[in-house]
T-cell receptor
C-alpha cells in the first residue's frame, strides 16, 4: 500500500514570498491533516479535513495560511506571505476515519 | 485531551529491552493511549495503542497500569534503527475533531 505522498521535500524562500505544499493521502482515507513541526517541538495540528469539508482549523493562522482539499482527495497548503517564524516541517497525515493517522515524510521549509 | 509527561531522553544498549514510561494521570475513561515515534527527518510513525488491556504487536508491547494513570512502551530487543523520539499521546476515539496533541516526547538513543 502506498503511503502519504508530499511535495516538495524541501523549499527555501525569502520572507514575504508565497509557497504551496501538496499532499496525496493514502487511497480511501477520508480524513486528512496538516501539521506544523517547529525544530525541537512535537507536531502541531493546523487543519483537519473530513472528505472535502473542514473539521478543525482553529490553529490555522488564517491571515496568511490557507488550505483546500478539492474533490476530497489531494490537498494543498499555502502560505502567503511567509514570515521567518514559518520555518518548520509541514507534515500531512491521513486516516480512514477517527483512527490511526499515517504521516507523510514532510516538507521542510526555510524562510530567509 | 489529557496531558502526558515523559522523560526527555533515555539510552538503551543494543539488543536489550527499551522501556519508555509515560504518565497520564488525568486520562478519562474513554481516552486511549497512543504511541508514535519519529525517526530523524521522517514523519511520525504509529507504533501501538490501547485502552486498558495490555497490547502487543510486531513492533512493541504496551503495558497500561490498572488505574490507567501511566503506561510503558516496551521495545523487546532494541536495534540502532529504533533511535528516535517517542511520543505518548492520549485521545478519545470520537468522530469529528480528533487531532493528536504531541508533546516533546522521549528521545531514545540505542547504543551499540
Amino acid at each position: 500500500e502506498a503511503g502519504v505522498a508530499q511535495s516538495p521535500r524541501y523549499k527555501i524562500i525569502e520572507k514575504r514570498q508565497s509557497v504551496a505544499f501538496w499532499c496525496n493521502p493514502i487511497s480511501g482515507h477520508a480524513t486528512l491533516y496538516w501539521y506544523q513541526q517547529i525544530l525541537g517541538q512535537g507536531p502541531k495540528l493546523l487543519i483537519q479535513f473530513q472528505n472535502n469539508g473542514v473539521v478543525d482549523d482553529s490553529q490555522l493562522p488564517k491571515d496568511r495560511f490557507s488550505a483546500e482539499r478539492l474533490k476530497g482527495v489531494d490537498s494543498t497548503l499555502k502560505i502567503q506571505p511567509a514570515k521567518l517564524e514559518d520555518s518548520a516541517v509541514y507534515l500531512c497525515a491521513s486516516s480512514p476515519r477517527a483512527e490511526t493517522q499515517y504521516f507523510g515524510p514532510g516538507t521542510r521549509l526555510l524562510v530567509l | 485531551d489529557a496531558k502526558t509527561t515523559q522523560p526527555p531522553s533515555m539510552d538503551c544498549a543494543e539488543g536489550r529491552a527499551a522501556n519508555l514510561p509515560c504518565n497520564h494521570s488525568t486520562i478519562s475513561g474513554n481516552e486511549y493511549v497512543y504511541w508514535y515515534r519519529q525517526i530523524h527527518s521522517q514523519g511520525p510513525q504509529y507504533i501501538i495503542h490501547g485502552l486498558k488491556n495490555n497490547e502487543t504487536n510486531e513492533m512493541a508491547s504496551l503495558i497500561i497500569t490498572e488505574d490507567r494513570k501511566s503506561s510503558t512502551l516496551i521495545l523487546p530487543h532494541a536495534t540502532l534503527r529504533d533511535t528516535a523520539v517517542y511520543y505518548c499521546i492520549v485521545r478519545g476515539q470520537q468522530t469529528g475533531a480528533n487531532n493528536l496533541f504531541f508533546g516533546t516526547g522521549t528521545r531514545l538513543t540505542v547504543i551499540p
